[in-house]
């Protein structure tokens, strides 16, 4: 069919509204009318050539709209059924098999490759293939094809552009909080840098009851949302005594659990020095390849805990309807996270996003009568 979709045409280029042709979906797949879809870096960095996606090509992984027909084997769900569509995973491997599915062992390619599992193409434009099957999505466009698992059904009575903020963001930082670093009332907790990530991170903590919620970011007006979200305490990232301050705050036995989204070198360091005993340390900011950190060995004797995660570390079709029952119950306002943009403006979104302007934008599609 034909479709409307954000194209990259080049590496580093803006993005180009065009017409291009969707495939029909195959028997494990879902076709998916869009009404919005979130911005994350990841999709600049497959912008910007960092990933093996080749352009042309056509992102976006955070995507929400109404499925319009299903493939011949999907059963979980039907045309004009409300979905959020989350990162793909095959459903095979050990790590699927034992409910891990954020860790997929055919992730990145599924992510990455511009093409289905099997190797097909999902986009064309003038009988040419275009990069698409982005995280088994590319919602970026007025269409999109999904598998099977990677769509999470949703109740029809919820803003769907709120939701654009969940399938990458906001379920990860929230699912640092809760899934990795079991936030938990009166477990200190501190989130580096507050962006989209880590101000989900931070409400999630604030809905446990974590207590003290140390909040660190260079920009004043990050802090100040910060603060209204739930920070009991906000540090300035370039502060030299940051480790001081967070043992300060905790009052000398350091901070139990740390969600890093900066992934700034530095702070691995000063993380692990602020760690309390047992204190877990989270990395969620995805550094590029080659980037190292250094920290010394002697305070791991404590029990302390260095790790990352991805997405969140949840079950995405139980992860999601958690968070959405949060916020439809006034704990976890991720509404005030989202600012919202016409597709037209995706090159403006993805500038503000860039820039810091924005902490997430969600781009809105058009519905055709
Ligand atoms: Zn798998
Ligand atoms: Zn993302």
């Known amino acids: 069919m034909r479709i409307r979709a ?9 993005f180009a509204i065009e017409e291009v042709d969707l ?12 009404v919005a879809s979130g911005i994350c870096q990841t999709d600049l960095h497959a912008r910007d050539g960092y990933f093996p996606i080749p352009a042309p090509a056509v992102v976006g992984h955070e995507g929400v709209g109404v499925v319009e027909s299903v493939g011949s084997g999907v059963r979980s ?3 004009g059924d409300r979905v959020v569509m989350v990162s793909p995973s ?40 275009l990069g698409g099957a982005f995280f088994q999505q590319s919602s970026l466009a007025s269409h999109a094809l999904a598998t099977e698992r990677n769509v999470v059904k949703v109740s029809a009575d919820v803003d769907l552009e ?34 989209a990530v880590g101000l989900a991170g931070l409400m999630a903590a604030k809905d446990a009851g974590c207590a003290p919620i140390v909040a660190v970011d260079i920009k004043p ?11 009991t305490h906000t540090l300035d990232g370039n502060d030299p005594d940051l480790v001081g301050e967070l043992r300060e705050i905790t009052a000398g036995r350091g901070v139990q659990a740390i969600l890093d989204t900066t992934a700034v070198p530095e702070m691995v360091k000063r993380s692990v020095d602020a760690l309390a005993m047992l204190g877990v340390y989270c990395l969620v900011g995805s550094a590029r390849g080659g980037v190292e950190a250094s920290f010394e060995m002697r305070v791991l004797q ?16 139980a992860f999601i309807p958690e968070l959405i029952a949060r916020y439809r119950a006034g704990r976890f306002p991720m509404d005030r996270l989202v600012t919202r943009y016409a597709f037209a403006d995706v090159n403006r ?10 902490i997430k934008p969600v781009v809105c599609i058009p519905q055709e009568a």
């Open 6 to 14: 954000a194209v990259i045409n080049e590496r580093g280029g803006a």
């Open 23 to 34: 495939d029909a979906p195959q028997p494990t797949e879902v076709l998916v009318r869009m």
């Open 77 to 79: 769900v039907r045309p």
């Open 90 to 129: 095959c459903g095979e491997c050990e790590n699927c098999r034992a409910d891990h599915s954020t860790y997929c062992m055919k992730l990145p390619g599924l992510k990455m490759n511009g093409v289905r599992a099997d190797g097909s193409s999902t986009l064309h434009r003038g009988g040419q293939k």
């Open 162 to 195: 709120v939701l654009a903020s969940m399938p990458c963001g906001v379920s990860t930082g929230a699912g640092a909080a809760i899934n990795v670093l079991a936030a938990r009332p009166g477990l200190s907790f501190a989130v580096l840098g507050t962006g």
């Open 221 to 231: 007006n990050r802090l100040a949302l910060a603060r209204e979200l739930g920070a």
């Open 302 to 317: 404590y029990g302390r805990t260095i790790r990352g995660c991805i997405q969140g570390d949840g079950r995405p079709h």
């Open 349 to 358: 979104a993805a500038a503000d996003l860039e820039s810091g302007r924005t």
